[in-house]
């Protein structure tokens, strides 16, 4: 057993005559498998005494954990970085010490340059290495320098400690749970297979207790989370292989568990089993994030997606005769490389033709040591900011559109916070998006019938039903 139960060190924290427990401070970019990742990053400093902290100025301990995906998300860090050496200078006047970790893609992607470029920083570790961290911040309050950006090849996940019930509570009644990481795809834009490395996929044994121990801490929901998850793959306990189809099943019969959502998937790997689980099992919420990128077969092909924009009609054809209420939700790319006019109204088009509820769009951003940084044929920065608008507004027309066939329908609603303002309520609709009560209509955690009443920005407006 290499699991440290948390509970069981927690008490380590309080450290009496060093002015109480190390805080860490972790902040987050990019994706919500960086999100997870921050949690468990945390879980396991707990065992080690540290306590999580929402003030960087109090922190002991610093993470970024990093996003590459674009070179903007890239460059906040360095800016961050900045700001943090400051802080670093001013709590060592004071007698105190600071540690500084960057975690996550950059960390990855980068390596030792990041201390070149901010000596400020002490630890650079990537994601496959999380069950280091502990060692790593030892080193560092030593006096070392510690760059851990190795592909590990022992488990990260066996080795990080497990849940801790008190902190899942905390965190809510809706869970992330990486099933499967990393991505063998080599879309030419895109730098995940670099930084995340080759698809591996957990256990299902190991999901299943992770799933359990979510459950019994009082998640209702939970999101499996991987950079390709439809890829996931595993024996199951009958002996025959499973895909993420057959996962979704055995994971909403756990007691507890009342909705699943997965992401992010790729058009290839949507099989008939993922789709009949659409169709069967009603824990699965009507809601699916299958990025798309471009309309143009042209350009699908010079971004190595391997499908063409018939077969993702095609597909989401199929997918909609099976749950016919499923929201769809996707990812856009404006200016690849060699994009004409034409490639764009294609892409406009596949919008016209799928509609989508929920969209992220962006411009091509060339990423280092990808194909698509090398192609000739770049489009011009001025032509990626004319095309991203036009496809927002058709978006943002679409996702409103959406938004207001809801309205005057009846639906379910997972209660999850206080709303911002007092005496609201706030939770998810099946279609992901916050739903707004001005009653307590239930306890946190309850699945709650309502009427939708209105529409706001972001968000719907309900009453009990
Ligand atoms: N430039 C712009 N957008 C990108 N994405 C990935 N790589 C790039 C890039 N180099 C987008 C894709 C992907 C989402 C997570 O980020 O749309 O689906
Ligand atoms: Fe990147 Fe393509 Fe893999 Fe998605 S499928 S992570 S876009 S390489």
């Known amino acids: 057993m290499t699991h440290t139960d948390i509970a069981d060190t927690e008490k380590a924290g309080a450290r009496p005559g060093d002015g109480g427990p190390k805080k860490v401070f972790v902040k987050t970019y990019g994706c919500q498998m960086n999100v997870y990742d921050s949690q468990r990053m945390s879980d396991a400093l707990a065992a080690d005494g540290y306590v999580p902290t929402e003030t960087l100025e109090e922190a002991d301990l610093v993470l970024l954990n990093t996003c590459h995906i674009r070179e903007k998300a890239a460059e906040k860090v360095y800016s961050e970085l900045g700001r ?15 540690v500084i970790g960057v975690a996550g893609c950059v960390a990855q992607a980068e390596g030792e340059e990041i ?17 280091r961290l502990p060692d790593a911040v030892r080193k560092a309050r030593a006096g070392g320098k510690v760059v851990e ?24 009644v809706t869970a992330f749970l990486t099933v499967q990481e990393g991505c063998d795809k080599f879309c030419t834009f895109c730098v995940v297979p670099y930084t995340r490395g080759a698809e591996v996929s957990r256990p299902v044994s190991q ?26 793959h595993g024996e199951g306990p009958d002996g025959r292989q499973w895909g993420l189809g057959e996962l979704l099943f055995r994971l909403a019969e756990i007691p507890g568990i009342a909705r699943l959502r997965y992401t992010t998937s790729h058009p290839r790997d949507m099989d008939d089993a993922l789709i009949a689980a659409h169709r069967d099992l ?3 919420m009507p809601y699916l994030h299958l990025p798309v990128q471009t309309g143009s077969d042209t350009i699908l092909k010079a971004m190595n997606r391997r499908h063409t924009a018939a077969d993702y009609l095609r597909l989401v054809d199929r997918i909609r005769a099976a749950r016919p209420d499923i929201a769809l939700s996707g990812d856009f790319i404006v200016g690849f490389p060699g994009e004409s006019d034409a490639d764009f109204e294609a892409t406009m088009q596949i919008v016209r033709d799928v509609t989508f509820v929920q969209a992220f769009s962006f411009k091509y951003s060339p990423r280092p040591g990808t194909p698509g940084a090398e192609m000739g044929d770049q489009v011009a920065e001025a032509v990626k900011d004319e095309r991203l608008q036009c496809l927002q507004a058709l978006l943002t027309t679409q996702q409103r559109a959406f938004a ?17 303002a007092p005496g609201q309520w706030a939770g998810r609709s099946p279609w992901l998006m916050p739903v707004i009560l001005d009653e307590k209509p239930g306890e946190i955690g309850d699945i709650v019938d309502v009427r939708i009443t209105r529409t706001g920005t972001n968000s719907l407006f309900a009453v009990t039903a």
């Open 404 to 420: 207001d066939t809801l309205v005057g329908r009846r639906t379910d609603v997972l209660i999850e916070k206080p709303g911002r």
């Open 84 to 98: 943090i050496r400051k802080l670093k200078d001013e709590r060592a006047r004071d007698g105190r010490e600071t």
């Open 207 to 232: 999901i299943v207790a992770e799933a359990e121990r979510l459950a019994e801490a009082g998640v209702r929901e939970i999101t499996l989370l991987g950079q390709n998850v439809n890829a996931w």
């Open 282 to 284: 009603d824990a699965l």
């Open 149 to 172: 950006t190795d592909y590990a090849l022992e488990d990260k996940f066996e080795r990080l400690p497990q849940l801790h019930k008190g902190e899942v509570r905390r965190r809510g």
């Open 115 to 131: 201390i070149a470029r901010a000596p400020v920083v002490d630890i650079v570790i990537g994601p496959q290495t999380y069950h």
